[in-house]
């Protein structure tokens, strides 16, 4: 049983997880349960106060992501090198926490109790300066050590040396050259050599064009500038290595304070989630009690926009166990017993409640029977799961329980369903939970009326406009008001009485005030169905294609020439490219006739016959002879 989703709750944990930041604290809202310890369900409902209250005087508190620094912390322990990138992880951390440590002590002033977190939280000065001194920009900074810096100095003026002395021997070579500028190839400074004057240039080929036409040559006066160039690199990635190392053991040493920040920072982050929560569903602090009862004033449901959410006035306990509410369709019942779980759920997990006023009793466990539970895998009809799952939440309630049931004893015969609905209130009165069902059923209301456990409650509903006004009424039975909008629709009375006479009996028929006098149901005249006509197919349709028109033939819209006119079914043949097809007349249209094609009297067999047919057809009309007409099949 999901409880949670069935009522909800899981959307109220994502809106609640969108207001952490960490990773942490998401993980901690998902997984979150609710407190079954007075003292310290009061103490978390008052931090989501505080936290509101810190958020609505100083503003959103300067919280960020902590993915990175756990690992980064590991890393450094470990003994391995740091990046510059990792450094800068650390680093942003520490100026994140100064800036909360400064953003609590504000909260100081009016003596807000998470202003005192701030005592907790480390700001490691001596790091932070470190790593902001020695790292910039993703790399280590020059001016990190006096080394580094002469080193650098060093790298440049000898890089500079290698392209004064390339462009020297350019000038002095210019018509050796393939152009006018050194270029750098594979780490080296070369110079664009015509290949017919490379031994005019002493050095080393580096490289040569596409053509080949170009060598790139590094002139031997320039190789000896590189050689110590590379020296001066190496001595230069030492020395940025000792910094790194330096600072990761910096971080080591600081990881215990590191590490105590990050959970701090990591239990505000969850605790302002709460507030910032509270201020996007205008929620307040609720009452907690123990005594079992439940007061809720002016309760909206917190998925619902309150401009259109009617507030519910809602209260149960002490001799009241169960609450039967009634009412027409559509008419508010389910979302307001949802209403008053979804509160409750959200107070017993420290949140703030969409309420004006809350006083909410402590339970054990919240269960829920709502809407169609057909389960097809299971092959489960919606009465069957409907049992199946009021038998679970039969099987898990206690005294303590919370339990809401929607359209009680539905999705079987009337009768039977009513039995069972009463007796599964039975069966909630001797468990002694508090419990909230809707119904139909008119036996319900009487067994509630006289039951002294048990109270009946009605949604509103407007006579005027036919429409609900989702206001509960406690004390009330309500009803369904069918009779009552199929009288005012204009459902004719003897319709009516004998609805009402199959529902409740001849005598009901007597206390029921029909809202207009005899009326009969008016008979609208029918519009006649029109038949429609089959037109005969012509019987002659040898003249529809001649021989050797020229059709159009469908869908494939080719065209070809009538070599067969059509038979008495309808098909004709006619001539492809490279074949001949037997196709229906309505397959194909004319596209241009043939007597614009031919002249009279032509002779199509030039057409449609072979030249070895023509043949033998000439030769049989002069003499005889043993051979055959061959024709395509």
């Keep these: 049983m999901n409880t949670e989703k069935q009522i909800e709750f899981d959307k109220i944990k994502e809106i609640w997880m969108n207001h952490a930041t960490t990773q942490w604290a998401k993980e901690k809202i998902k997984e979150k349960t609710f407190c079954l310890n007075e003292g310290k369900l009061k103490k978390q409902l008052k931090d989501t106060t505080n936290s509101r209250d810190f958020i609505e005087k100083f503003g959103t508190p300067p919280l960020q992501s902590l993915t990175e620094i756990k690992e980064i912390i590991t890393i450094a322990e470990t003994g391995d090198c740091l990046t510059p990138y990792q450094l800068e992880r650390v680093e942003n951390v520490l100026v994140m926490t100064g800036r909360l440590k400064k953003y609590l002590l504000r909260g100081k002033i009016f003596d807000n109790p998470l202003s005192y977190y701030e005592e907790n939280l480390n700001a490691v000065e001596e790091l932070m300066e470190e790593i902001s001194r020695q790292i910039r920009n993703g790399a280590v900074d020059d001016y990190a050590s006096k080394v580094l810096s002469q080193l650098r100095s060093q790298i440049v003026k000898c890089e500079e040396q290698m392209r004064q002395k390339a462009d020297q021997i350019m000038r002095a070579n210019k018509e050796s050259m393939a152009d006018h500028y050194s270029t750098l190839r594979n780490g080296r400074v070369c110079i664009p050599v015509k290949k017919e004057y490379k031994h005019k240039i002493p050095g080393n080929v580096i490289d040569k064009s596409a053509t080949g036409n170009t060598l790139f040559i590094e002139p031997a006066g320039v190789a000896k500038y590189y050689d110590e160039l590379q020296l001066l690199k190496i001595e230069e990635e030492n020395e940025v290595y000792r910094i790194l190392y330096s600072l990761t053991a910096i971080v080591s040493s600081s990881a215990p ?366 003499k005889y002879t043993e051979e055959t007409i061959r024709y395509e099949k």
Aim: proline share 4%; hydrophobic share 40%; aromatic share 6%.
């Design 257 to 622: 304070a590191l590490n105590d920040n990050i959970a701090v920072i990591e239990k505000l982050d969850f605790i302002f989630s709460k507030g910032k929560l509270s201020i996007d569903l205008g929620g307040v602090e609720p009452a907690i009690n123990t005594k079992r009862t439940i007061l809720l004033k002016d309760a909206r449901h917190p998925l619902m926009d309150p401009k259109i959410n009617i507030p519910l006035q809602f209260e149960t306990g002490g001799a009241v166990r169960g609450i039967i509410i009634t009412g027409p369709n559509t008419g508010g019942k389910t979302v307001a017993i949802k209403t008053v779980m979804l509160n409750c759920m959200m107070a017993q997990c420290g949140l703030h409640v969409t309420c004006r006023e809350a006083d909410i009793c402590m339970s054990s466990t919240y269960l829920c029977d709502i809407g169609d539970n057909q389960n097809i895998a299971e092959n489960l009809s919606t009465f069957s799961a409907h049992i199946k799952n009021v038998l679970e939440v039969l099987s898990l309630a206690d005294e303590n329980s919370l339990v809401i049931m929607d359209e009680l004893g539905s999705g079987t015969d009337p009768a039977e369903g009513m039995g069972i609905a009463i007796a599964i209130l039975e069966e909630l009165k001797k468990i002694g939970c508090l419990f909230l069902v809707t119904t139909h059923y008119p036996e319900i209301k009487e067994y509630a009326l006289k039951t002294p456990e048990l109270m009946n409650a009605r949604m509103t509903f407007d006579r005027q406009t036919l429409l609900p006004t989702y206001q509960m009424v406690i004390g009330q039975a309500g009803e369904s008001c069918a009779f009552y909008i199929a009288d005012k629709l204009g459902m004719p009375n003897e319709m009516l009485k004998t609805a009402i006479r199959a529902s409740y009996g001849e005598n009901a028929i007597k206390d029921y005030r029909f809202q207009k006098e005899d009326t009969v149901m008016e008979k609208r005249k029918s519009s006649k169905i029109t038949i429609e006509k089959k037109e005969k197919r012509s019987s002659n349709l040898s003249t529809k294609y001649k021989l050797g028109d020229s059709v159009m033939v469908y869908p494939d819209k080719k065209i070809g020439i009538v070599c067969e006119p059509i038979n008495e079914k309808g098909i004709l043949r006619v001539q492809l490219p490279g074949k001949k097809i037997w196709i229906n007349y309505k397959r194909v249209k004319l596209h241009v006739a043939a007597t614009e094609l031919y002249p009279e009297d032509y002779d199509f067999s030039i057409v449609f016959e072979t030249v070895a047919n023509r043949k033998i057809r000439h030769n049989m009309e002069r």
